[in-house]
């Protein structure tokens, strides 16, 4: 650790004050991930099964830019070491699909559940829609989930509330529509909700669910009106 805060200590001093708190931010985070066995352990390459299940979920998606190119089916190819995969470096399974940005769309492939060690689902800033595909509220095992700045619409599923392991999720800017569900309160382990500017989400009947987010930190419901909450 003690690198670490010579970097941090050295950034700091080096990096000018607009930048400081998001690049220290990501440095902790960083640091935070080594301490939970992801660094320093046995490389190994990933699993067939889940290159497998990578590669079926490429294929229902188009990819514009061609974000997935690293995303190939040669057998001595490591998906370990693809564009937006992160994976344990000590048992090889992946972990982590950080596919930010990359203006994918298409199809939500259920292949993604044979990913039964990915506990980080990125998909913010792409052109994904329709409503909520179930695959997504059966990876129960997500910790961080993101789905900001896309084009699902319809109503949020109730099962939204078996993600029980969730630590952080992100539903803003899309075009959600009916009412904030009383399930969220399943969701006991959310240090961040954001569900604000889905203007089409606009009713809230009960504000009781929040009673059990004991960990919360970070709160996010813009442009949602209170008006007709209880409690």
């Given at each position: 650790?003690?690198?670490f805060y010579f970097v941090l200590i050295s950034m700091l001093l080096l990096c000018p004050n607009t930048t400081i708190l998001a690049t220290c931010s990501s440095i902790g985070n960083q640091s935070a991930a080594a301490t939970d066995g992801n660094y320093g352990g046995i490389n190994k390459s990933c699993f067939h099964k889940e290159k497998?299940?990578?590669?079926?979920?490429k294929a229902s998606l188009r990819d514009p830019l061609g974000q997935l190119s690293t995303w190939r089916p040669a057998e001595d190819d490591d998906c370990c070491k693809w564009s937006g995969v992160t994976c344990n470096n000590h048992t090889g399974h992946v972990t982590e699909l950080n596919l930010h940005s990359y203006h994918l769309r298409g199809e939500i492939s259920p292949s993604l559940l044979n990913l039964t060690y990915l506990n980080h689902l990125d998909l913010c800033f792409n052109?994904?829609?329709?409503?909520?595909?179930?695959?997504?509220?059966?990876?129960t095992q997500l910790r961080y989930l993101d789905l900001s700045f896309n084009f699902f619409h319809g109503t949020i599923p109730r099962s939204i509330g078996?993600?029980?392991?969730?630590?952080?999720l992100d539903l803003s800017f899309n075009f959600f529509n009916g009412t904030i569900l009383p399930e969220f309160g399943n969701l006991t382990n959310l240090r961040n909700l954001?569900?604000?500017?889905?203007?089409r989400l606009s009713t809230i009947q009960t504000l009781d669910w929040l009673s059990n987010l004991s960990h919360l930190q970070h709160l996010d419901m813009t442009?949602?009106?209170?008006?007709?909450?209880?409690?």
């Open positions: 650790m003690i690198w497998q299940a990578l590669l079926h979920f052109s994904f829609d329709g409503t909520i595909p179930k695959v997504i509220t059966s990876m078996s993600l029980t392991q969730l630590r952080y954001s569900l604000g500017n889905n203007e442009h949602i009106s209170l008006a007709n909450a209880t409690h």
